[in-house]
Nanobody
Framework: QVELVESGGGLVQPGGSLRLSCAAS????????MGWYRQVPGKDRELVAV???????TYGDSVKGRVTISRDNAKDTVYLQVNSLKPEDTAVYYC??????????WGQGTQVTISS
């Protein structure tokens, strides 16, 4: 059973930074794509950033210039650094992974709240 375990969410003041991490476990097949999406109530889940095992990056328009995604391929772990946080960054952030057989997996989600 593949599991994506997220950590690092919480309450952050506007203008601050946060770092999320997500580790995949239980898979005999490594992950090609790993990254993050986010969702607020009443809206579709939107891309934050994803990264392939070869290093290709895709960022969501709403966070470009403020996020850095990185990976440890050997550990199937992905990290997300978000800077200059805004109240509109408040959302549940979900870890995403897709293995080399194109099976997709989602984490349980971690709440990020930007508020003073």
């Amino acid at each position: 059973q593949v599991e994506l375990v997220e950590s690092g969410g919480g309450l952050v003041q506007p203008g601050g930074s946060l770092r999320l991490s997500c580790a995949a476990s239980g898979s005999s097949i490594s992950m090609n794509v790993m990254g993050w999406y986010r969702q607020v109530p009443g809206k579709d889940r939107e891309l934050v950033a994803v990264m392939t095992s070869s290093g290709s990056l895709t960022y969501g328009d709403s966070v470009k210039g403020r996020v850095t995604i990185s990976r440890d391929n050997a550990k199937d772990t992905v990290y997300l650094q978000v800077n200059s946080l805004k109240p509109e960054d408040t959302a549940v952030y979900y870890c995403y992974a897709r293995n080399w057989l194109h099976r997709e997996f989602w984490g349980q989600g971690t709440q990020v709240t930007i508020s003073s």
